[in-house]
C-alpha cells in the first residue's frame, strides 16, 4: 500500500506565495514519479507539474515561470513552490505518485487566492 498526504493549503492574496508539501510512505520503489494537480468543481483535473525519477520537470503553461516543483527522493517527499498566485489559481491541490504502472493519490488541499 502506499499513502501519499499533502499539506500546506491555505489562503493567499493574489502575487503572494505558498508552498504545498507533499509526503508518500509505504510500497515505494525506486525510479517513481511524482506530480501536482488541481481541480475546481465541474470542471477535469489538471495537471500542473510533473518531476520525473531523475530530476526533469514538466509545468503546464498556466503555472511556468510560476510555480516550481522539487522533490527529495530520500525523504519520499514532493513540494510545489507557487509564487505570483492568481485568483485562477485556486483548486484543490493533489500530489500522486506514479510507479509501476500506477498511480496513487492523496485526499488535496485547498488553495484559495483571493484579497
Known amino acids: 500500500q502506499v499513502h501519499v498526504a499533502e499539506s500546506g493549503g491555505g489562503l493567499a492574496q493574489p502575487g503572494g506565495s505558498l508552498r504545498l508539501s507533499c509526503t508518500v510512505s509505504?510500497?515505494?520503489?525506486?525510479?517513481?514519479?511524482m506530480r501536482w494537480y488541481r481541480q475546481v468543481p465541474g470542471k477535469e483535473r489538471e495537471l500542473v507539474a510533473h518531476?520525473?525519477?531523475?530530476?526533469?520537470?514538466y509545468y503546464s503553461d498556466s503555472v511556468k515561470g510560476r510555480f516550481t516543483i522539487s522533490r527529495d527522493t530520500a525523504k519520499n517527499a514532493a513540494a510545489l513552490h507557487m509564487n505570483s498566485l492568481k485568483p485562477e489559481d485556486t483548486a484543490v491541490y493533489y500530489c500522486?505518485?506514479?510507479?509501476?504502472?500506477?498511480?496513487?493519490w492523496g485526499q488535496g488541499t485547498q488553495v484559495t487566492v483571493s484579497s
Open positions: 509505504g510500497s515505494i520503489v525506486s525510479g517513481n514519479h
Open positions: 518531476i520525473y525519477s531523475w530530476g526533469g520537470t
Open positions: 500522486s505518485l506514479m510507479q509501476g504502472g500506477q498511480m496513487f
